[in-house]
C-alpha cells in the first residue's frame, strides 16, 4: 500500500478531542439596563449624601492644556499635526490646536522649559459658575485675550495637586475649518444598502472631531471621589473595585461623565484610577469612524511614532480605542463609538482587572497600567 494513503486510522472522528462547542462571537446593541442585569447597581446616595454645596455647573468638557519644552516644539507639532490636529494658532510662547467640531481649540501647548500637565479645561454655564470656581481655586479670573475664541478662565487644584480649568464666554467656532467626513455606506450579509457604488479613501492622520475625555491616577480614591462629585456635576457612570486579602471591597476608578438631566452626554469626560505614581493618563480625542481611525493608526506607525496600545474595544464606555505617546511622553487617545447616558443609565460597579479594560485587544500592556 502506498504509505500517502489515508487510513481509516487517520481520519477525524467525532471521538476526537474537539471542542465542537465553539460559540461563534456576536455583538448586539442593547439598552444599558439590560446590560448592566448583572452588574451592581450604584445607589446615587453613593455621591449625593456628600455636604450639599452650590455646584459648579459644567456643561462640557472643553481642551486640554499642556507645557511642553521649546526645544521639541517642532516635534510636538509634527506629531499633533499626524494625530489629526490642526494649527489654529501661534505666538512665540503657545499653540492652540484644533479639532473640526465646534470648539475652537481642543489642545493648547503653552511654550515652556519643562514639560508639564496644566488641567483638563472645563466650559461652565454662567459667569457666576465661574467666579464660583475662582473662589474653589482661590485664584483669579484672567481673560484669554490671544486665544482663538477668547473667554475667561480661571485654574484650581483638586485635593492632590492636579490642576483644574474653568472657562467661559469663549465663542464657539464660526463655521468648520474641516468639512466633516459623510458616513459610509456599509454593506452586511444581509443588508446592502451601498449597491453600484464602491469605498474610496485618502490616507492620512485621523482627523480630530472633538476632546472626549482625559483621566488621571491619583492616591486617594475617596477623597478625589467626593472633591469631584461635591463641586461638580459630574456623576459617575461605572465604578471598579479592588479588594483586599480578607475580601473587603474597596472602590480604585471612577468613569465620570457631566450631568445635563435627560439630555445625553459621552458615558466618560473624565476619570481617575489608584495607581502607584499621581500623573495624567491621558487625553483622548473623538475621531469619525473605524476606517479613519485605522488609517489614522497605520499614518502614526508608519510615521514611527510610539504605539501604546490598541485598536481594540472598550467594555466600559464601549469605545473602540487608539492610544500613543506624544514625542515628550503624554499619552493621548483616538477613539470612535463611545456609549452616551443620562441621568436614568444606572451607575454599573464590578471589580478592576485587565478584562473591565478591554472586549477585544491586543493583551493591555503594562506601559498602559502605569
Ligand atoms: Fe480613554
Known sequence: MDDQTPTSSTQISPSDNVNHNVIPNSGRTVPAPIAMKDVEHVPSTRWSSFPSIPKIKISKISHMRYRHPS??????????????MEVVKQTDSAIWFGGYGIDQYVYYAEIGEEKAFLGGTWEVESWEDLERASKLGN???????DAPGGGHITTAHDPEGFPINFIYGAAPRPQPTKQPAEALQVNDEFSKPRKGAFQRFQPGPAAVHKLGHFGLT?????????????????VPSDILYGQDENGKQFDVAAFLHVDR???????????FSVAASQH???????????????MGHYWLKQKGYKPVWGLGRHRLGSQIFDYWWDPNGFMVEHYIDGDLVNEDTPTGRQPAGDESLAVWSEPVPATFLD
Do not use: C, M, P
Open 71 to 84: 526645544s521639541g516644539i517642532k516635534e510636538l507639532i509634527t506629531f499633533l499635526l499626524d494625530f489629526g
Open 261 to 271: 438631566g435627560k439630555a445625553y452626554v459621552d458615558h466618560h469626560s473624565f476619570f
Open 218 to 234: 491619583i492616591h486617594d480614591f475617596e477623597l478625589q471621589f467626593r472633591w469631584y462629585t461635591t463641586h461638580f456635576n459630574l
Open 139 to 145: 485664584s483669579e479670573i484672567i481673560e484669554l485675550k
Open 280 to 294: 495624567v493618563h491621558h487625553s483622548s480625542y473623538e475621531v469619525h469612524d473605524y476606517d479613519s481611525q485605522n
